[in-house]
Every structure is written in structure tokens, then in C-alpha cells.
């Protein structure tokens, strides 16, 4: 894996793209497919921020796990933490 400090700069001509399912507030994250490197993630609210670069066989192992149920664990890790409609409590 390796890292650009400013995915705009570093990856000018890459197509990010976001799930369909991300909502109209951007709180996500967007991927693009970097030529011979792999794949960059970055946060979508923060375009010029950094980016982390996966190699094709890290990403494939990744979504790989995902797939097999290997996260599915941390779905109700925070449990404790969400309201009734899966936001967040507010702090007390």
C-alpha cells in the first residue's frame, strides 16, 4: 500500500467514483482505478486530502474478506454507541 499526500495533485487524470448508496451528504469514501498501481481510496469530503494506493492483489484480498463475511463483526461493534435509526447519540 502507499500513500499520495494530495490525491488531486498526485492523481489528476484518475475517475473517482462513489457508491451509488452514499447519500447526498458525502460522508464517504470514493475510489478510482490508478493505472499499473491499482486502486486509490480517498475521502470524498476532503478530494484534496491524501490517498491510499493498493496494489490489484491488495485490494482483490481485500474485497475478498468482505465478501467472506471476515468485517462482519464490526457491524455491531458501535451498536451501543447508535440511536433507534442507526445515527449516532449525540455526546452527553
Known amino acids: 500500500m502507499g500513500q499520495v499526500a494530495n490525491a488531486q495533485l498526485a492523481l489528476p487524470d484518475v475517475i473517482w467514483r462513489k457508491s451509488a448508496r452514499s447519500g447526498k ?10 493505472s499499473r498501481r491499482g486502486v486509490a481510496v480517498r475521502n470524498s469530503r476532503f478530494p484534496e486530502g491524501p490517498a491510499l494506493v493498493f496494489s490489484v492483489a491488495e485490494m482483490t484480498a481485500f474485497l475478498a474478506d468482505i465478501k467472506g463475511g471476515a468485517y462482519d463483526d464490526l457491524l455491531g461493534a458501535y451498536d451501543d454507541l447508535l440511536g433507534a435509526d442507526g445515527a449516532p447519540e449525540p455526546a452527553s
Open 25 to 34: 451528504q458525502g460522508n464517504c469514501v470514493e475510489l478510482a482505478p490508478v
